[in-house]
């Protein structure tokens, strides 16, 4: 039985927590004994925190978790690595465990070294006031984010067990990187091997359609932690997980940077599971789809040559149509039905849309999410350093 | 001897030209009987008039283009293409020629049928005004205009020949589709055979750094043709042909929907050219470095992040410089040095920037072309079929 329930993290017990947010900069902590996996960005240039938390994850034991934004502290080089290990101990000293057990991640500007100071002054902070209830979930949460403009975080209850997450979106959803991370926590018992298999199963059905995929920022990073005894069967377990996981990824897409809609390609009737998500991938990836959805302008022409450059197999007999509530086909196996019209009122309507592609190729079917381009995308990221 | 000189297409005399342009629609016509060569899109959803000259362009010979501007006749079925082969017909008929070596080309909005009571209407003007002059030849460049703010045409002396071209620009310049035409013209006499070996390799070094490649538009076409018998050593002719295409490569970047600066990458010691491409074409592409450009922000941890998913090989290893007239260092072999506000300073002098990457693995080269990413580009293309 997997069911929503409200809040996130603070549902389950043996977590402790707390964040602070001053301006750009902000500290998290998570307090969480037990078995870890992770996913982290495929990107060539990684952060001195991805590189440390890589160990942790392959050594699979986590004691504590310790986030900062502002600062993505990579391309820094030696000194970076060695602030990132600091950020570590100082979490290992106070809760007196190993610091190869304490994970750590960053978001926030490239190539500038973290201010040290400022952090272990703010951890001090915020270590005194760990705690488990609503409001430390969600300072915690606020202290992750960077341009964010509302937290992300869900809690699904599964058996007698909790699965809950927390995340911060990406600059932008497709094509581009800036960074995503996202830390679900359970009080389900499985071990770390049991976890990382979920988890690659999961991510690639959630986070990898939305953002991660081969472009990921230099800090990417999800993780999942198991901290409880509850016995809960792996398949049911996995569902939980996808979820959480779908439920972020969903959140993330919808608050990309300057977004007013929330887009989700759905092909079918591609030659295999492969061609239909690189054309999801490759229309949800579109600046001028991502445009003229921000316009409220049905121009499906624009779909259709993204989708012939997309590389999958595709010729001019498709159909496509938009749903929110309702639908409109707009093109039936080839002909053009002249919906434009329909097409926009619907669009105009709600800020969520479904562009819904049947290939009429075989029995392939992917999907990505996805948001608009507007104004403000281009406000917020020609302003970004400043 | 190669030298530039002014206006374009009226600098070669056995060729005649017209065009007219009324809002958004446009029509333009270019008698020229000789030999061609052709480059188009590589999208699979190709348009009417594409498959029409690619036809033309496998028998070699070439009497006459007739282009519209408005609609892209593609996606439009059997009809489509019995329109496309009703333009080649109505110049066919006034030179008395066989319609199957007359070029068509299209651009504009997908999925709409042609109308064709306007084009052949429009056509008897035109056709009657035909001429040779520096007027008529800015109407023809005119007439294939879309979204384009300038007229984007040059002309090159290559010995006692001449080489002149006249282009429009694509939507936006990487990483996505939206038409970009190139009409390029000789008196230097060539085979078809001949003009399509150097148009490939000119191609590949000019109009594919900035714009084709594999996210091309429905309609994307390059036309070379030689009507003249005016004899130039073929290598020397590569060269004039290079200036050509590499010049109006520039304007297309350019005049990119609502670009403010031309940005060009230039890359060096990558393991090899493939990889120096790769990492070209990566940062040119990135929104993140796009925006920061359009904001005068020299935010080159962005660039660095690009390198990293960009799937050559790289390192923190990495030189990282600005340039216009002066070169502003930012990274020397993995070092930060700290010349943020003097990179400002540089990017806000100018419309246009040079990123220099040495990433130090080897000896391969290679650069793209592209530009900025501002409001405008997002009104233009909200706002495009309303």
Sequence with gaps: ?????????????????????????????????????????????????????????????????????????????????????????????KLEVDEKKIAVASTGVIGKQLDMSWISNR????????????????????????????????AFKVDDAIVAGIAKGA?????????????????????????????NKVVERTFNTTVVDGDTSTNDMVLLVSVGNKKVDSETFEKALNEVCFDLAKKIAKDGEGATKLIQVIVEGAKNDEDAFKAAKSIVSSLLVKTAIFGNDPNWGRIVAALGYSNAEVDENLTLA??????????????????????????????EVQILIDLHKGNGKGFAIGCDLSYDYVKINAEYTT
Excluded: W, Y
């Design 1 to 93: 039985m997997i069911k929503r329930i409200n809040g996130s993290i603070e549902n389950i017990e043996n977590l402790t927590f707390n964040g602070i947010k001053e301006g750009k900069n902000g500290l998290g902590i998570v307090v969480c004994k037990g078995s870890v996996a992770g996913v982290f960005t495929k990107n060539k240039i990684k952060a001195a925190p991805v590189k440390v938390t890589m160990d942790v994850v392959r050594n699979g034991e986590i004691e504590g978790l310790i986030v900062n934004s502002g600062n993505a502290n990579a391309f820094t080089g030696d000194l970076g690595l060695e602030n990132s290990k600091k950020m570590a101990l100082l979490l290992a000293e």
């Design 123 to 154: 951890f001090e902070v915020v270590f005194k006031n760990l705690g488990n209830n609503r409001q430390k979930a969600l300072a915690f949460a606020k202290s992750i984010m960077t341009t964010d403009k509302f937290v992300k975080e869900c």
């Design 171 to 199: 600059g932008m959803i497709c094509p581009n990187m800036a960074t995503m991370l996202a830390f679900i926590f359970t009080n389900a018992h499985f071990s770390s091997d049991e976890l990382q298999l979920m988890l």
């Design 322 to 351: 938009f749903k929110n509530e309702e639908k409109v086909v707009l093109v039936e196996r080839g002909k053009v039905l002249g919906n434009e019209e329909k097409a926009r009122k619907l669009l105009e309507k709600s800020n």
